[in-house]
């Protein structure tokens, strides 16, 4: 069974850090790009971040470029959001997605079930 799933997830105050996984199963994740997607209530789902299927390209949205960083451990096949100096406006529930190729729009094959992020003093 295809699965991804998130964990990580948490309550922090502003400026603290987070460290979001995106664990696969049933599958392998080398071979597709891996997207984080957040969606906060009332709001539509936005990009995050993605990477490619090398590791070796790296794109961030602009409101997290400089305190996010997405990287890949090809053993553990999983996928990590490192999230420093966290905002409030960072809040909500967090995403990873995979698909075959790089897109910024939530149009990915697979998805997990999402890992709430709450930034609050």
């Known amino acids: 069974q295809v699965q991804l799933v998130e964990s990580g997830g948490g309550s922090v105050q502003p400026g603290g850090s987070l460290r979001l996984s995106c664990e696969a199963s049933?599958?392998?994740?080398?071979?597709?790009?891996i997207g984080w997607f957040r969606q906060a209530p009332g709001k539509e789902r936005e990009y995050v971040a993605g990477?490619?299927?090398?590791?070796?390209?790296?794109d961030y949205a602009d409101s997290v470029k400089g305190r996010f960083t997405i990287s890949r451990d090809t053993f553990k096949n999983t996928v990590v959001l490192q999230m420093n100096n966290l905002k409030p406006e960072d809040t909500a529930t967090y995403y990873c997605?995979?698909?075959?190729?790089?897109?910024?729009?939530?149009?990915?094959?697979?998805w997990g079930q999402g890992t709430q992020v709450t930034v609050s003093s």
């Open positions: 997605a995979c698909n075959s190729a790089f897109s910024r729009k939530p149009e990915y094959d697979y």
């Open positions: 049933g599958f392998t994740l080398d071979f597709y790009t």
């Open positions: 990477i490619d299927w090398r590791g070796a390209s790296f």
